[in-house]
């Protein structure tokens, strides 16, 4: 490997994940030309993946609405006029949706409920479906909210892969963002996760008027974690009407380009996921994204609320662009 691709701003190299990676060593990385940045991103991509194989995955929404959080982004909360109704726990009749997004291609079934944490109550259900997915051949991740240790070991127990418990945003600017959970507080799940053996899932959202330094400080805390996360959501805000950022400036796309190159070159193994907000994208801007690292995707017409480009969409723009679905894991 060539030491020269990981190196602060003096020039000395950097151990990807090492706490060397501070604002200003990942800024001025930020800050290359467009093109350095990019070639950089992508050779880093290449040691570490295969440059045109992009992971798929499926969200299903397993608990909607009525969330006690005030995350001023999310069209779940109870806090905001959204429109949306809140349900209960699905029940475990869901697997057909899983068994069908298997056979679509995907190789991991995200779940998430729109809970602070979930209650011992459904526990039971949840586990059952972690299990009925596992027993389908997939990877299974979970968003569930706060865990506490015993919740995660539980999860790892009935066979959970990924916990998603992503960061937002920086620490500077979480406060203006979510005021009904601490920074610390998710910091606290992910190390719960992260010892109960569950891979971590983690990332944020950019586009709800940070500044640069907050993108580039939510990707300093998320690679110098003690173990980076195996998944790295990269969300672009989806402006949803009746929540405080409904009527927030989309980012521009080279900037948002430029943080998920960041985010390759900081976390090199880490599956980079292109995440919500591709409805709002050009198949241009995908395929920046593709080449400066991203290498993971949900497929369907929906997350969890919110609109996303439909499988027929990102099968033509992946043909266009000679990228196959990555291939399931031996389980």
Known sequence: MNPQLHVDATGEPIS????????????????????????????IHRENFDP??????????????????????????SHHQSGLKASKLMEVQFIAEARKARDAGAT???????WRSPKERDMDTVV???????????????????????????????????YNHNIDTSERYYREIISTRTFTERLDTLANVRDSGIKVCCGGIVGMGEEKADRIDM????????????????????????TPLGEAESIEPIEFVR??????????????????????????????????????IFVGDTLLTAGNPGEDKDGALFRRLGIKPMEREAQ
């Open 219 to 242: 990707l300093v805390t998320l690679a110098n974690l003690p173990e980076p996360p195996d998944s790295v959501p990269i969300n672009m805000l989806i402006p949803i009407e009746g």
């Open 259 to 296: 943080t998920i190159a960041l985010a390759r070159i900081m976390m090199p193994k880490s599956h980079v996921r292109l995440s919500a907000g591709r409805t709002a994208m050009s198949d241009e801007m995908q395929a920046l994204c593709f080449f400066a690292g991203a290498n993971s």
């Open 52 to 77: 045109n194989r992009v992971q798929l995955s499926r969200l299903l929404s397993i608990k909607t609405g009525g969330c006690p959080e005030d995350c001023g982004y999310c069209s779940q909360s």
């Open 128 to 162: 059952a479906m972690v299990e009925g997915v596992k027993a389908l051949g997939m990877e299974t991740c979970m968003t569930l909210g706060m865990l506490d240790l015993g919740q995660a070991q539980r999860l790892k127990q009935a066979g959970l892969d990924y």
């Open 16 to 43: 990807p994940g090492s706490p060397q990676w501070n604002r200003e060593a990942a800024q001025a990385v930020y800050d290359l030309p467009f093109n350095d940045l990019l070639f950089r991103a992508q050779t």
């Open 108 to 114: 991991r079934y995200c779940m998430g409920a729109a």
